[in-house]
């Protein structure tokens, strides 16, 4: 089975823009601006959003660390382990890139099942909450929960959407978007 990563964002933006990568306060105005235009998904988040994203992928880290995984960045880059449609509708003019799984080293990408948010967060009893997992522990994950995307395609059974795949470096998105990373 060929898996493929997705990145989805505002073709406006561009792609891979990270507010994790801007200092605190300019991170929050920016996120202030999206809330008070109130056009997409974005503008929903709460007001200790950034905090909370920054806690939250410091946990990430610090676990798939402890797996193996060799991050080059203190935050991740967010794509999702196949399609979802639905993230479409988190902008107003959607657009995607597509990289194959194999382009990017096993320690430099994590997984979630489900967003970072809900997964590290949600505390229901499912087995992959407050779990971070490496390419071939993934694979063994979706093999006995299946896609969420598959299975939960309007939300109506849980948080899980899609598989997160967090990316702790920019070599292989450089490749695609040097004038974004400087042609890494």
Same mark, same amino acid.
Request: proline letters at 6%; charged letters at 25%.
């Given at each position: 089975?060929?898996?493929?990563?997705?990145?989805?964002?505002?073709?406006?933006?561009?792609?891979?823009?990270?507010?994790?990568?801007?200092?605190?306060?300019?991170?929050?105005?920016?996120?202030r601006q999206i809330v008070q235009e109130g056009k997409t998904f974005a503008s929903q988040r709460a007001g200790d959003y950034m905090e909370t994203r920054l806690i939250l992928e410091s946990r990430a880290r610090e676990a798939f660390i402890a797996k193996g995984g060799q991050p080059a960045n203190l935050y991740p880059h967010y794509m999702t382990l196949g399609p979802c449609n639905w993230l479409c509708s988190w902008y107003t003019e959607p657009n995607v890139v597509q990289i194959d799984w194999d382009e990017f080293d096993d320690r430099s990408i994590?997984?979630?099942?489900? %967003?970072?948010?809900?997964?590290?967060?949600?505390?229901? #009893?499912? $087995?992959?909450?407050?779990?971070?997992?490496?390419? %071939?522990?993934?694979?063994?994950?979706?093999?006995?929960? #299946?896609? $969420?995307?598959?299975?939960?395609?309007?939300?109506d059974r849980g948080p899980e959407r899609y598989i997160e795949a967090q990316i702790w470096d920019e070599n292989v998105i450089g490749k695609y978007y040097p004038?974004?990373?400087g042609g890494l």
């Open positions: 089975m060929t898996l493929v990563l997705y990145h989805y964002y505002e073709a406006a933006q561009g792609p891979f823009r990270n507010l994790s990568s801007l200092p605190l306060e300019e991170a929050r105005e920016i996120l994590s997984f979630t099942y489900g %967003d970072l948010f809900p997964t590290m967060r949600y505390e229901d #009893g499912k $087995p992959y909450r407050q779990q971070v997992y490496t390419k %071939d522990e993934i694979r063994e994950v979706i093999t006995r929960y #299946g896609l $969420p995307q598959e299975w939960n395609k309007h939300g004038s974004i990373y």
